[in-house]
């Protein structure tokens, strides 16, 4: 009886004892696969980073460009206006 009890503990302890080096393992290859995905973002963070830094200054050089163009628009009426107006006191 008593043997029969050890050998089922034995068989216990076998099987938790395989059951945990294949959890481990697993944890092993999560750890890893979750090192090397932190990598990848960390990189796709920078990338972003830098993208976003672009176009900003990009859009910020269309607003100017923009603004010159609105300031063009509104001489070049003013001038086409007062020509007019000049027009119509020549004698």
């Known amino acids: 009886m008593v043997l029969e009890e050890l050998d089922a503990t034995r068989k216990l302890l076998e099987d938790l004892s395989k059951r ?3 959890l481990e393992a697993k944890s092993k290859a999560d750890i890893k696969f979750l ?3 932190f990598k990848s973002l960390k990189n796709s963070q920078t990338t972003l980073k830098q993208e976003l830094s672009q176009s900003l200054k990009e859009k910020s050089e269309v607003e100017v460009v923009y603004a010159l163009l609105l300031l063009y628009h509104c001489f070049i009426s003013s001038f086409l206006r007062n020509s007019h107006l000049m027009g119509s006191y020549i004698i």
């Open 35 to 37: 090192a090397k995905e």
């Open 20 to 22: 945990y080096e294949e």
